[in-house]
């Protein structure tokens, strides 16, 4: 048998986020009751956000299949691959849009290509995973080039005629909407990272177990024949229920699965990233406790969720999660995924490891990268700083990618609405630009001198920055006293501490790595999204002055980080400094564009 390897890795979470004030309006029926059970479940949870494909009112905006749809073209897409390209398609979903036909069929007539070989995976959260084996399974055996597994789930369109019950509430307060994909090949990406399975486990512990998470049961949890929805007149939808009392058992029957693969010599507890599928936070503590107690030490900033942004999206949500993971991964390190599933309690284990990008950054990397590619006669620390902020680009985009209001703007769907909000949000930070250079500029010494004059002159132009932030904020709609007084929001406020507290060290000059990610927005991407702005929302050029004057006056900025990268001045601590820097800001500028208005 030949490898197979995950060369793409995509995701799809519909609509806006919501967050917790707007989930009670939208689906609470406003009895205490209601309120105390809500509350008690997203305290357990953790959620702060999820994603729906309903709108306020209940009315289904897309198809569980579009979903699908969507995070496979994503994959695709980060692949550099078309739908004509694949051959065989593997969907796990708890439930289709239809009963008959099975969900792989009516994904393919949505996604279109050619002919392919399909596989629906049937169950709740693990299937994701079993259509991820038939996938990986088909590209060992050699019988496809390329296969896409995609996990995805609509679930919220239940929430309003499910009855208000123990066993049902859970599940609204905690079930969200969205897919996420995956492409597998024979061979690594040509470019980028790749994830090679080394092996996978699938497990059902059925045979000792009643059901757990089911829809169209009768009272109570053993079927009978004539019990089931199918039996029962007048069409009654059946609406998912999860008996809690069972919870429990799921995560003895997981420590004990996880430990029988520890003596097998499968699973190394020294793995590197650990991505395990929970529906709430305390049953991650609870499984990180159990661990301990059969004698395992697991490290929990390895165990990495997106569960309190993306919500818990089921069969999608190890490959949501593994998108959002990428760009902490490198060359050599090892995932875990582990998928739980409550339904009739199934365990789902896949370990990966990362292969690639061993020698730099690609071509296209590089070239897309603000500050452009080495020269041929830089010295080797120069050509290394070049290539590892180039990496750092990359990752940047990939989380940018990601971004609710990134993604409108990039696709040509933003609203003016979104580009006041835009504004708003940036305007601290901005203003916070001018500050913490300054007070870099005051603690380079004398061998830096020109350093210092440089960013002197640098914090000087920062001030007309949010002048320009103010004038277009009015300038589309909104007051002034508004931009003025608005505190800033989560992402602006980790940004801003974490610069001021660099600035405030003796020669910072790992700064220069904050500079080029920040400028580096200005330069490489404001140009674009002032262009797709004027388009989708009318706006005008007086509207988009900050970020029309960005595209123009950034590049400036960057020769004098080039210079000061090929001053001779820094040596390879100052370079790793540089670029952990750049790697820590371009983390919580993206953070900053997620948390919008969330002070």
């Known amino acids: 048998m030949t490898d197979a390897y995950i060369t793409g890795v995509g995701a799809y979470l519909p609509g806006e986020p919501v967050d917790n004030e ?23 949870n953790g959620i702060r956000t999820r994603h729906y494909a309903v709108d306020d009112s209940g009315a289904t905006l897309m198809l569980n299949e579009e979903l699908a749809a969507c995070a496979v073209r994503n994959a695709l897409d980060d692949r550099g691959l078309k739908p004509s390209d694949v051959h065989m398609l593997a969907t796990g979903t708890t439930q289709g849009d239809l009963l008959v036909p099975g969900f792989a069929s009516m994904v393919h007539g949505r996604l279109g290509g050619g002919p392919m070989e399909l596989l629906s995976a049937a169950g709740v959260c693990a299937s994701g995973m079993a259509a991820l084996k038939a996938a990986v399974s088909a590209v060992r055996l050699g019988e496809h080039q390329v296969a896409v597994a995609v996990g995805s789930e609509l679930v919220s369109r239940s929430f309003a005629t499910a009855p208000d019950t123990t066993d049902t509430a859970f599940l609204r307060w905690t079930l969200s909407d969205g897919a996420g994909a995956v ?17 996978m486990h699938l497990v059902s512990h059925a045979h000792g177990h009643q059901v757990c998470m089911g829809a169209g049961l009768a009272d109570g949890w053993a079927p009978m024949a004539g019990t089931t929805w199918l039996d029962r007149p007048g069409g009654q939808v059946p609406s998912l229920r999860q008996d809690m009392s069972a919870l429990p058992a799921l995560i003895d029957v997981g420590v004990d699965e996880y430990s029988a693969l520890v003596k097998a010599g499968r699973i190394d507890p020294g793995t590197e990233h650990v991505l395990c599928h929970y529906s709430a936070e305390h049953f991650r503590e609870k499984l990180l406790t159990r661990l301990r107690e059969a004698g395992y030490a697991p490290d929990g900033d390895r165990w990495f969720t997106n569960l309190h942004t993306a919500g818990n999206t089921g069969a999608a949500s190890i490959f949501v999660m593994l998108s959002a993971a990428m760009p902490r991964l490198r060359p050599g390190d090892r995932v875990l995924l582990i998928v739980p599933e409550s339904g009739r309690f199934t365990l789902a284990f ?13 071509e296209a990397e590089l070239g897309a990268s603000p500050l452009g590619r080495p020269l041929f006669d830089d010295p080797p620390i120069v050509a290394r700083a070049f290539t590892e902020l180039a990496r750092v680009w990359s990752e940047l985009g990939q989380a940018l990618a990601q971004v609710p209001i990134v993604r409108r703007i990039e696709d040509g769907t933003a609203s003016v609405d ?9 305007r601290q930070q901005v203003i916070d630009g001018g500050r913490w250079i300054s007070l870099a500029a005051s603690n380079f010494s004398a061998e830096l001198f020109w350093l210092r004059s440089a960013a002197i002159t640098h914090a000087a132009a920062e001030h007309r920055d949010y002048q320009l ?11 002034s006293a508004t931009i ?13 501490s974490f610069v001021f507290y660099r600035a405030g060290l003796p ?36 509207q988009l002055s900050f970020l029309r004057y960005h595209a123009d006056g950034d590049d400036e900025h960057f020769g004098v980080l080039a210079a000061a990268l090929r001053s001779g001045l820094l040596d390879e601590q100052a370079v790793t400094r540089i670029v952990k820097t750049a790697r820590v800001v371009a983390r919580l500028y993206a953070l900053q564009l997620e948390e919008l208005d969330r002070v």
């Open 469 to 479: 932030i103010e004038h277009d904020y009015v300038a589309v709609g909104g007051h």
């Open 183 to 199: 492409v597998v090949e024979p061979e690594p990406a040509p470019a980028g990272l790749s994830l090679r399975v080394d092996w």
């Open 22 to 44: 707007q989930l009670a309006a939208r689906f609470g029926d406003g009895t205490a009751r209601d309120a105390a059970v809500r509350r008690r479940v997203l305290a357990a």
């Open 350 to 362: 896949a370990q990966l490891t990362c292969v690639g990008r061993d020698v730099g950054p690609s």
């Open 484 to 496: 003025s007084t608005t505190a800033p929001n989560i992402g602006s406020a980790a940004l801003s």
């Open 507 to 542: 020669d910072p000059v790992d700064l220069l790595g904050a500079m080029f990610v920040i400028e580096g927005l200005g330069a490489a991407k404001a140009s674009g999204w002032a262009d797709r702005l004027a388009a989708s929302a009318g706006l005008r050029d007086d």
């Open 418 to 426: 979104d580009y006041r909000r835009l504004l708003l949000n940036l």
